[in-house]
């Protein structure tokens, strides 16, 4: 079945850096596209970022462009998605989830991608 | 950017009720809404695909519908375990926006 596993949050400070990883199994990785979705506490979803299936692509929110950026391994033996996120700010303070894409082998962002499944989340606290 | 916006933000609701939640995105986006359901402390769970698909294993009690700039998520018949936070989401064109969601409560 299909797993997402996210690890790497933790405590940082306002200014510091942090890399996120998301280890995915039970499906053929390396043919769907990937998304990090955030969390702040008590607040709605907010899209972060998306990567094609090959990693030619990639798109980001606003509030994080130029700061974060996503990337991953289609490696056979490593299947894993990343999040790259540096100058981090107070409200960067979020649970942070990767979801997989429903597009198959498409590079250039398609409508009607959606997020069919997700992880169960990584907390990302940034404090002095 | 395309702005998602729901309606109510809240409601409080009977076991056996019928509940409609609106979402209105500011620019057209064809067919291209998402509806999630999101209980405390776990992952948003995907209920609804390209505004009217239901989710494989979902209850059919649970439907939407509209295109363009109007959407709307309908429960038949509300269940004890039904009551969450729902959200729509635009999958048109990065970045892909949600709406603020909407809380639904036991009355």
């Known amino acids: 079945q299909v797993q997402l596993v996210e690890s790497g949050g933790g405590v940082v400070q306002p200014g510091g850096s942090l890399r996120l990883s998301c280890a995915a199994s039970?499906?053929?990785?390396?043919?769907?596209?990937m998304h990090w979705v955030r969390q702040a506490p008590g607040k709605g979803l907010e899209w972060v970022a998306a990567?094609?299936?090959?990693?030619?692509?990639?798109?980001?929110a606003d509030s994080v462009k130029g700061r974060f950026t996503i990337s991953r391994d289609n490696s056979k033996n490593t299947n894993t998605l990343y999040l790259q996120m540096n100058s981090l700010r107070a409200e960067d303070t979020a649970v942070y989830y990767c979801?997989?894409?429903?597009?198959?082998?498409?590079?250039?962002?398609?409508?009607?991608?959606?997020?069919?499944?997700w992880g169960q989340g990584t907390l990302l606290t940034v404090s002095s | 950017d395309i702005q998602m916006t729901q309606s109510p933000s809240s409601l409080s609701a009977s076991v056996g009720d019928r509940v409609t939640i609106t979402c209105r995105a500011s620019?057209?986006?064809?067919?291209?809404l998402n509806w999630f359901q999101q209980k405390p402390g776990k992952a948003p769970n995907l209920l609804i695909y390209?505004?009217?698909n239901l989710q494989s294993g979902v209850p059919s009690r649970f439907s939407g519908s509209g295109s363009g700039t109007d959407f709307t998520l309908t429960i038949s018949s509300l269940q004890p375990e039904d009551f969450a936070t729902y959200y729509c989401?635009?999958?048109?064109?990065?970045?892909?926006?949600f709406g603020g969601g909407t809380k639904v409560e036991i009355k």
């Open positions: 979801a997989k894409g429903v597009r198959v082998v498409v590079t250039a962002y398609s409508a009607g991608d959606n997020f069919d499944y």
């Open positions: 039970g499906f053929t990785f390396n043919i769907y596209g």
């Open positions: 990567i094609s299936y090959d990693g030619s692509n990639k798109y980001y």
């Open positions: 620019q057209i986006i064809s067919s291209y």
């Open positions: 390209t505004a009217s």
């Open positions: 989401q635009q999958s048109y064109s990065p970045p892909l926006t």
